[in-house]
C-alpha cells in the first residue's frame, strides 16, 4: 500500500485548505481511512476517519465543525476539508489506511503517507 499525501501550504488563520491523499496498491474501497496530525514536540493524533462506505465518519472534538473527511473511490484518494483555520492546527498532516474495524488509534493504523506540512500563521 503506497499513500501519497498533499495540499499542505502556508494559509492564514480563518483560511480554509484541502488535503489529498492518493492510494495505490490496494483495494482502496474496503479500507478505513483516517487523518492524522502531529505538531512539534507533541504526539500523533487523529483528526478524523472515514469507512469504506463513506456512511461513517469521526471527528476530533478540536476540529469538529470546521474539517470534513471525505472519499472518492473512482479516484482512489481521501480528502480532507479543513475550514476556519486556526494557529493550533499547524502540524504535520498524514493520511493512513487500515484494513479493518472502526480505530482512531494510530497504532492500529499500519498504512501511512510520508505527511503534508500546514502552517497556520495568526
Known amino acids: 500500500v503506497q499513500l501519497q499525501a498533499s495540499g499542505g501550504g502556508l494559509v492564514q488563520a480563518g483560511g480554509s485548505l484541502r488535503l489529498s491523499c492518493a492510494a495505490s496498491?490496494?483495494?482502496?474501497?474496503?479500507?478505513?481511512m483516517g487523518w492524522f496530525r502531529q505538531a512539534p514536540g507533541k504526539e500523533r493524533v487523529i483528526v478524523g476517519i472515514?469507512?469504506?462506505?463513506?456512511?461513517?465518519?469521526y471527528y476530533a472534538d478540536s476540529v469538529k465543525g470546521r474539517f470534513t473527511v471525505s472519499r472518492d473511490d473512482a479516484k482512489n484518494t481521501v480528502y480532507l476539508q479543513m475550514n476556519s483555520l486556526k494557529p493550533e492546527d499547524t502540524a504535520v498532516y498524514y493520511c493512513?489506511?487500515?484494513?479493518?474495524?472502526?480505530?482512531?488509534?494510530?497504532?492500529?493504523?499500519?498504512?501511512w503517507g510520508q505527511g503534508t506540512l500546514v502552517t497556520v500563521s495568526s
Open positions: 493512513a489506511a487500515r484494513n479493518g474495524g472502526t480505530s482512531t488509534k494510530t497504532h492500529e493504523y499500519k498504512n
Open positions: 496498491g490496494v483495494t482502496f474501497s474496503s479500507y478505513l
Open positions: 472515514i469507512n469504506w462506505s463513506g456512511g461513517y465518519t
